[in-house]
């Protein structure tokens, strides 16, 4: 097709009125131009378009959009095809001007404003490819107030092609002439990055970081492009996030002042390698590697030397690639920068903390032991992360203590460690350490022993908070893991093995009293070293639990329930519970609270007692005639004191776990209570009549271990027990119903005595069958059952009092069919051997 126009026909055509026509018209010569000839001489196409161009171009204000419309779409034809000229590119540039290039908007439709700056788009493309984009240099001042005007356009298609024009010229642009205009532009931009469409905040990025290239780095201008940037590292956009790691990229790379600004680029990467997203680390990673590469190229003599000894420790993480010796490099050259990271741990908001714990995971990881002297700057802020109420984020701190626990120097790190641990008794610190410590290969007897002294210390194993009692635990954990691999002998590790226990042990006991959340981690550690130490759990709680019971001290002060000493103990008495090498210590311990503490830290600590007594006979592991002595001591300044009645809730509350340690005494150390108990024997009546149900309820079981007395001393307890089958509590009356059948005294050795003895107790039995009988009448299915039992005993043991009793009822019950039911069931024919069995 030949390029044959009649440009003054068109240009007349042009001039009119009709609508259809111009846009026609417009329409052919977009078509010819684009169908010419790939061989046609430009040079009549020049020659059409310099006829042409001024009615072109004031087509582009023409009142109907559509003629506008093919006007743009012409002139592009034109330059597409054309070589680039100065006076071309002045006239296009200064019509678009007046479209866009305003304040106000003249242009009013959004499609038109599209291609006005697509056209200029084109312009830069086209003059870039010729290698004369120099001719731009007269009308920069125009050009940036359209790309101005595009990047603020309300229309994202605009502002995105605003973008990709800017960055097109960026590209080609000398700096020296593009340099003026940097900060307007770059101010224009900043104003995208909040913009709603993620591809706008991309396109912006994108153009930031080309003209990033041209600024002047002296001024505040690059410090104000990092400070608006930065924040889109934490964008919901994974494109978003990837595009601000590219722009890094490009810096890192090209920017020709880039080495005073790695400290400010270095972060804008190294987010990324650490971003949740694959797609980010895809691609920002192998170019992270060009930039080590190029940074090692720049200082090959320095870093080769480096590389020689630079070995990576033995514990370096698994599944962790360790960066290249360019890459650790960059960033070990820019360590002044933590400091600022680090503040931001302590953010407002829950992702900048996260997004900066992450950032600090990437120097730690690049820098390695070069990072040890920044570490006493540090602590405080990571140690505080540590804590964090987000659990994502106090799992990114701990990953980031770990890291350094492994990477840093531990000779140079760990005193500063123990300076932070001595001062600062609190979660965050302890949490801090024990990632590091554990992480780390270092430790010695002496830091090890240190360490468990300083955690046995009040301000350590005291503390009342369960997340500070885990990581204390888990700290001892360490001690024990880390002993196995020392140069230590075996008096030496049992010193260390103490100090683990008394601690553990504390611990325990509050974590017990407080939740008991923790008694399985602390029996892990017990376990550890009842194995290092080859002795029973029993003979290690005799040999160091008086350490941790020295260690529970003002006591005599009112406490109340929830004080920690009243705590503690009450924890070491659940855990470790009564044993002979300490139960001295322990009772002074308990009549200090009895004596001062508040009445609910008596009543905590008595209710604990109670309840470590039933394991007398297991504990106490002595021979018979001392642990008599010692649950006759026990009894006596424990017990004994608060069984006599006195006013008050208090006295009463006492008296009712006085009751019930005694009772569980009966049962947990039988063989020594038969001894011991009958000298209690004049509390009982007393116990048995108590206001309090509870009381009465423990008195009625303890009854029948009163073994061994006489008939003097047991005739009280008996009346006493039997008046019980008339109590309010059902449960009471069941108990005594049953107790009054295992009542036995111990007759006399004088046959003279024994036959008024048992005269005596006759009459007692007599006087409980004729009670058992009233309430064999009674509807309760419970106390008639008990009855039976009680009967059943009492016939066989006095058949005679039984056949006197049962007469004596007939005549008196209304129920007869239901007392000889009874008869027949327990009355016993043979009578030689019911002789037998009442001897």
């Known amino acids: 097709m030949s390029f044959e126009i009649d440009a003054q026909q068109i240009c007349e055509q042009l001039e009119g009125t009709d609508r259809r026509q111009k846009t026609k018209v417009l329409e052919e010569l977009r078509n010819l131009c684009r169908n010419a000839p790939e061989n046609m001489s430009t040079e009549k196409m020049a020659e059409s378009f310099d006829q042409l161009y001024l009615h072109l171009l004031k087509s582009y204000d023409d009142r109907f959009e559509s003629v506008r419309d093919h006007a743009v779409?012409?002139?592009?034809?034109?330059?597409?095809?054309?070589?680039?000229?100065d006076f071309h590119l002045l006239n296009v540039v200064s019509t678009l001007a007046e479209r866009m290039g305003k304040a106000e908007t003249v242009e009013p439709s959004e499609e038109i404003r599209l291609l006005y700056i697509g056209q200029l788009n084109l312009m830069v493309r086209q003059y870039a490819k010729m290698g004369n984009v120099g001719v731009f240099r007269e009308c920069y001042p125009q050009v940036v107030k359209i790309l101005i005007k595009s990047i603020k356009d309300d229309y994202p298609l605009v502002q995105r092609e605003g973008c990709s024009t800017l960055v097109n010229l960026s590209r080609v642009a000398d700096t020296q002439e593009l340099r003026p205009f940097t900060e307007s532009l770059q101010a224009a931009l900043y104003g995208m990055l909040n913009h709603k469409h993620a591809q706008a905040r991309i396109s912006a990025i994108e153009a930031i970081g080309r003209l990033s290239l041209h600024m002047d780095a002296s001024g505040e201008a690059m410090k104000r492009l990092f400070n608006e940037v930065s924040p889109l590292l934490m964008d919901t956009?994974?494109?978003?996030?990837?595009?601000?790691?590219?722009?890094?990229?490009?810096?890192?790379?090209?920017?020709?002042?880039?080495?005073?600004?790695?400290?400010?680029?270095?972060?804008?990467?190294?987010?990324?390698?650490?971003?949740?997203?694959p797609e980010v680390l895809s691609h920002i990673y192998p170019q992270w590697l060009k930039c080590g590469k190029l940074y090692f190229e720049e200082n090959e003599a320095e870093l080769c030397q480096q590389e020689i000894s630079d070995l990576p420790v033995e514990n370096y993480p698994k599944d962790v690639k360790?960066?290249?010796?360019?890459?650790?490099?960059?960033?070990?050259?820019?360590?002044?920068l933590l400091k600022l990271i680090t503040r931001e741990t302590s953010d407002w908001k829950d992702n900048v903390r996260l997004h900066a714990l992450k950032l600090l995971y990437q120097f730690v990881l690049h820098a390695e032991a070069?990072?040890?002297?920044?570490?006493?700057?540090?602590?405080?802020?990571?140690?505080?992360?540590?804590?964090?109420?987000?659990?994502?984020?106090?799992?990114?701190?701990?990953?980031?203590a770990d890291l350094m626990g492994r990477l840093l120097s531990y000779d140079a790190w760990i005193d500063h460690g123990f300076d932070g641990l001595e001062?600062?008794?609190?979660?965050?610190?302890?949490?801090?350490?024990?990632?590091?410590?554990?992480?780390?290969?270092?430790?010695?007897?002496?830091?090890?022993?240190?360490?468990?002294?300083?955690?046995?210390?009040?301000?350590?194993?005291?503390?009342?908070?369960?997340?500070?009692?885990?990581?204390?635990?888990?700290?001892?954990?360490?001690?024990?893991?880390?002993?196995?691999?020392?140069?230590?002998?075996?008096?030496?590790?049992?010193?260390?093995?103490?100090?683990?226990?008394?601690?553990?042990?504390?611990?325990?006991?509050?974590?017990?009293?407080?939740?008991?959340?923790?008694?399985?981690?602390?029996?892990?550690?017990?376990?550890?070293?009842?194995?290092?130490?080859?002795?029973?759990?029993?003979?290690?709680?005799?040999?160091?639990?008086?350490l941790a019971l020295k260690d529970v001290e003002n006591l005599d002060a009112a406490l109340e329930d929830n004080a920690e000493p009243v705590l503690l103990l009450d924890g070491l008495i659940n855990i470790c519970l009564i044993r002979a090498t300490y139960i001295v210590d322990l009772m002074e311990k308990v009549k200090l609270v009895f004596e001062h503490c508040c009445d609910s830290a008596q009543v905590k600590v008595f209710s604990s007692l109670s309840v470590a007594t039933l394991y007398w006979s297991k504990t106490m592991d002595i021979e018979r005639e001392r642990s008599t002595q010692m649950l006759s001591e026990f009894i006596s300044q424990i017990v004994e004191p608060y069984l006599t009645w006195k006013a008050g809730s208090n006295a009463e509350a006492m008296r009712s776990l006085a009751m019930a340690t005694l009772c569980a005494l009966a049962q947990g150390a039988e063989s020594e209570a038969m001894e011991v108990l009958p000298s209690l024997a004049k509390h009982m009546p007393s116990l048995l009549e108590d206001r309090n149900v509870t009381t009465r309820h423990y008195a009625i079981k303890a009854v029948i271990y009163f073994r061994e007395m006489s008939v003097e001393d047991l005739k009280p307890l008996g009346y006493a027990t039997m008046q019980r089958?008339?109590?309010?509590?059902?449960?009471?009356?069941?108990?005594?119903?049953?107790?009054?059948?295992?009542?036995?005294?111990?007759?006399?050795?004088?046959?003279?005595?024994?036959?008024?003895?048992?005269?005596?107790?006759?009459?007692?039995?007599?006087?409980?069958?004729?009670?058992?009988?009233?309430?064999?009448?009674?509807?309760?299915?419970?106390?008639?059952?008990?009855?039976?039992?009680?009967?059943?005993?009492?016939?066989?043991?006095?058949?005679e009092a039984w056949e006197e009793r049962y007469q004596r009822a007939l005549a008196m019950v209304h129920k007869k069919e239901q007392l000889d039911e009874l008869y027949k069931k327990l009355t016993i024919k043979d009578g030689p051997e019911s002789e037998a069995n009442t001897s």
């Open 73 to 85: 779409q012409a002139v592009n034809a034109f330059l597409e095809r054309l070589p680039p000229m």
């Open 237 to 277: 956009m994974p494109l978003v996030r990837r595009e601000v790691g590219q722009m890094g990229i490009l810096m890192l790379m090209e920017l020709l002042d880039r080495y005073s600004f790695f400290e400010r680029i270095l972060p804008l990467v190294l987010c990324c390698l650490k971003d949740e997203s």
């Open 322 to 336: 360790r960066p290249t010796i360019g890459c650790r490099g960059l960033v070990q050259r820019s360590l002044r």
């Open 370 to 400: 070069a990072m040890t002297a920044k570490f006493f700057e540090i602590y405080g802020d990571l140690a505080h992360a540590c804590i964090d109420p987000v659990a994502e984020v106090n799992a990114e701190a701990a990953k980031v």
């Open 423 to 546: 001062r600062n008794a609190r979660e965050s610190y302890m949490r801090c350490f024990y990632h590091m410590f554990t992480s780390s290969l270092g430790g010695s007897y002496d830091q090890m022993m240190k360490l468990a002294k300083l955690l046995r210390s009040t301000d350590y194993s005291h503390t009342l908070k369960p997340g500070f009692q885990l990581y204390i635990l888990k700290l001892l954990d360490t001690i024990l893991d880390k002993s196995l691999k020392i140069n230590a002998g075996q008096e030496e590790l049992q010193d260390l093995y103490e100090a683990v226990y008394v601690s553990a042990v504390k611990v325990m006991a509050l974590s017990y009293s407080l939740s008991g959340n923790l008694i399985n981690e602390g029996k892990m550690l017990i376990d550890k070293i009842v194995k290092f130490e080859q002795i029973s759990e029993a003979k290690l709680h005799e040999r160091w639990f008086p």
């Open 725 to 799: 089958m008339d109590d309010p509590s059902a449960g009471i009356r069941i108990l005594a119903a049953l107790a009054v059948g295992k009542l036995k005294p111990k007759f006399s050795d004088s046959e003279k005595e024994a036959e008024h003895e048992k005269e005596v107790w006759d009459a007692f039995v007599k006087r409980a069958m004729d009670l058992l009988l009233l309430y064999h009448e009674s509807p309760e299915k419970d106390i008639k059952a008990a009855v039976e039992v009680t009967l059943k005993v009492l016939a066989k043991s006095h058949p």
